[in-house]
T-cell receptor, first 116, second 115 residues
Framework: DAGVIQSPRHEVTEMGQEVTLRCKPISGHDYLFWYRQTMMRGLELLIYFNNNVPIDDSGMPEDRFSAKMPNASFSTLKIQPSEPRDSAVYFC??????????????FGQGTRLTVV | AQKVTQAQTEISVVEKEDVTLDCVYETRDTTYYLFWYKQPPSGELVFLIRRNSFDEQNEISGRYSWNFQKSTSSFNFTITASQVVDSAVYFCALSEETSGSRLTFGEGTQLTVNP
């Protein structure tokens, strides 16, 4: 398997613009996670899905953030409008169901977002 | 509530030294998993090991070893004969049965191995 694939790898955008980050999870994985990493806050869970259904979005910082998973092989994280404080590395990860005994999450390479 | 603490923010060693990275966790669940991830300078997060709460056997993989002790709620990671390529940020993480597969990460330990 190719692993978790994220695009783009880098994104530079101007404040106020819409940004869409994309993720293709590992085939067969039931869970998909979106994390954000900053120096100040470390690794934060933004939202996660189980079988394409959002389970917990309490980590989404504001209504400017939204995430979708229209099918098992694709998810998006959208920021509209973007602000400089959204600058961070955004990771997508996927994993098997907890009960299968191998719940470790595998991460994509991340999208480095810079909002100027 | 689940929590992971990595008290060592930065560690610097000289090549070939042994180094131990500490991890202490808090959970109310009896069923949980602990993990270590490595984040090299290139930025990706690499899974290293998983341990479930019912398996306290220590594990060794090459120069890496892990010591899980439920009595002290610790899951420490030792690198023997460190190498420059071990330089990275190392994260300890926890997932609880009641929280599904979601991970709670520690703050990370920056390990620098100097030649």
């Amino acid at each position: 398997d190719a692993g978790v694939i994220q695009s783009p790898r880098h994104e530079v955008t101007e404040m106020g613009q819409e940004v869409t980050l994309r993720c293709k999870p590992i085939s067969g994985h039931d869970y998909l996670f979106w994390y954000r990493q900053t120096m100040m806050r470390g690794l934060e869970l933004l939202i996660y899905f189980n079988n394409n259904v959002p389970i917990d979005d309490s980590g989404m910082p504001e209504d400017r953030f939204s995430a979708k998973m229209p099918n098992a092989s694709f998810s998006t994280l959208k920021i509209q409008p973007s602000e400089p404080r959204d600058s961070a590395v955004y990771f997508c990860a996927s994993s098997l169901t907890y009960g299968q005994g191998r719940p470790e999450a595998f991460f994509g390479q991340g999208t480095r977002l810079t909002v100027v | 509530a689940q929590k992971v603490t990595q008290a060592q923010t930065e560690i610097s060693v000289v090549e070939k030294e042994d180094v131990t990275l500490d991890c202490v966790y808090e959970t109310r669940d009896t069923t949980y998993y602990l993990f270590w991830y490595k984040q090299p300078p290139s930025g990706e997060l690499v899974f290293l090991i998983r341990r479930n709460s019912f398996d306290e056997q220590n594990e060794i993989s090459g120069r890496y070893s892990w010591n899980f002790q439920k009595s002290t709620s610790s899951f420490n990671f030792t690198i023997t004969a460190s190498q420059v390529v071990d330089s990275a940020v190392y994260f300890c993480a926890l997932s609880e049965e009641t929280s599904g597969s979601r991970l709670t990460f520690g703050e990370g330990t920056q390990l620098t191995v100097n030649p």
